[in-house]
């Protein structure tokens, strides 16, 4: 193992002591080796890519198409996206200029914080939450502010957010953006068209930037995906992959579009991550949006499955879960006899019961006292899975 030399030990960045490590994979990291253990922590779709997809990279990498992409996206990339989003939300967006190719809906929610969040600038995030909003908004120097969502069904209300923004008015400290993910990870709720205009409605009265993440969009149940950029165009910027929706997690594409005033200040922070996307990845991807439209509802119909099935499995344990309306996870409450020890409940679960799941708190602290489980495994998975927690739950103390 190298050693640094002492001389450089104090060059770091102030702002990577607000950014928290990936608590997910760090968790899963902790117990992944624990022999026989069956992980339901990680949101990756057991499915492969659908087979017309990858022959549309294999077409590409044949075609030579290994060299570097233009900046934004290849134009046919662009154009598809468009369609799509057009397609599925009724936004219409000018390819060349409001929509960017990014490797990953991570690459382009991190570009659009560190371009639109500057210091001083603040930010709410409702919480429980992905634990990537808080880092890259504390990595851009903002202003972060949470509001707790459990009270309200684990959503983000109007009411609440005018609250929040009336409340930092008196502050002197004026709200000016929100990060908002729909369907949400960890709790699996999607809000209804009429939750969304609602909220809409304040992120346009008081003038609201919204980074809304939508990268389980294509992933709902018994409702019609409604985006909050439908309602606010003006004020909303789309980040969405095809990791989730097209069983594309590998291939690291996804994209982010906007007004193009605030796009082209997030495409030169783009272009400093990453030049560019893949050229094979973008090909795949416009087979996907445009060929591939039966796909997602094919997955959508299996996930519905597993958690129907593994949710009566929990609540037949005494577990309270969650309602979850959209993408792949279950939310549900520790028994009481952990108190609010989620952590200690996921490693004893890990250890004992030989089922991985996450502790809420990773989360942020309106998560304790829950974990998460990821659904996206195979029903022989869940079955086992089930089996074992029912075992654990019921062992004596």
Not at 64 to 87: D, K, M
Not at 106 to 119: D, I, N, S, W
Not at 207 to 227: A, F, K, P, R
Request: neutral net charge.
């Amino acid at each position: 193992m190298t050693s640094l030399d002492p001389r450089l030990e104090d060059l770091y960045n102030p702002a990577l002591s607000g950014a928290a490590p990936a608590l997910i994979r760090s968790f899963t990291n902790k117990i992944k080796d624990i022999p026989g253990i069956i992980l339901l922590t990680l949101g990756e779709p057991d499915f492969n890519t659908p087979q017309h997809v990858k022959e549309a990279g294999i077409q590409s990498i044949s075609q030579n198409e290994s060299h570097y992409s233009p900046a934004f996206g290849t134009l046919t990339f662009r154009q598809a996206v468009a369609g799509y989003l057009e397609r599925t939300r009724g936004l219409v967006y000018n390819p060349n200029q409001e929509i960017i190719a990014t490797t990953g809906a991570t690459e382009a929610l991190t570009a659009a914080a560190l371009a639109l969040l500057g210091p001083g600038v603040r930010v709410l995030i409702p919480t429980p939450a992905y634990p990537l909003y808080g880092s890259i908004a504390h990595l851009a120097g903002a202003d972060v502010r949470e509001v707790s969502t459990r009270p309200h069904d684990f959503k983000l209300t109007a009411q609440a957010l005018e609250a929040e923004v009336l409340a930092c008015h008196r502050q002197g400290k004026p709200l000016r953006a929100v990060f908002f993910n729909n369907p949400t990870n960890p709790t699996g709720v999607a809000y209804s068209k009429q939750e969304v205009e609602d909220l809409a409605r304040v992120v346009t009265h008081y003038g609201l930037l919204v980074i809304s993440d939508e990268v389980y969009s294509d992933l709902t149940y018994n409702q019609e995906y409604c985006s909050l950029a439908s309602c606010a165009p003006s004020a909303t910027i789309v980040v969405t992959s095809l990791s989730k929706s097209y069983a594309m997690t590998g291939w690291r594409i996804g994209f982010v579009a906007g007004p193009g005033k605030v796009m082209e200040r997030i495409g030169k922070i783009h272009s400093l991550l990453v030049t560019s996307a893949s050229n094979v990845a973008q090909a795949a991807a416009v087979e996907a949006l445009n060929q591939g439209r039966e796909d997602p509802p094919a997955f959508c119909s299996r996930f519905r499955e597993r958690r129907d099935y593994f949710r009566k499995s929990l609540e037949s344990c005494g577990f309270q879960v969650v309602n979850p309306s959209g993408a792949f996870y279950l939310f549900a409450r520790i028994p009481l006899s952990y108190g609010t020890d989620d952590q200690t409940f996921a490693l004893d679960l890990a250890r004992k019961g030989l089922v991985g799941s996450v502790p809420g708190s990773c989360f942020g602290s309106d998560g304790r006292g829950y974990v998460r489980f990821s659904y996206a495994a195979g029903m022989e998975q869940l079955s086992q899975a089930a089996e074992r927690i029912e075992q654990f739950v019921n062992q004596p103390v």
